[in-house]
């Protein structure tokens, strides 16, 4: 598949409490990623994904799925002349890569990763 899922992220107003129910049900391995409030989840096979703090107060915790793109700005330029809404356009996650968050014609939220290449 020339574009696939390759994260998957839970946004939540409490990640201790997720990451706890997670580990239980799953026995997912959880990574805590230095200078960010962020969680790395290895399902060991299979997309893997990630537990932050929701960035928007009040809101409803929310899986959210990453497709991956080898240009994050042409696809999300793309996404637009298809329709969609850019919710936040190209952003960085320092020493990772690239997003952006896309809302399609019908409504659902989709986020776009470009991985930063590998030296």
Partial sequence: MANPFVHVELQTQDPAKARGFYKGLFNWELQEVPGMDYTMVNVGQGTGGGIMKNPMPGAPSHWLAYVGVDDVTTSTEKAK??????LMDKTEVPGFGWFS???DPTGAVLGLWQPRAKA
């Fill in 101 to 103: 968050m896309i809302q």
């Fill in 81 to 86: 002349s298809l329709g969609a809404t850019v």
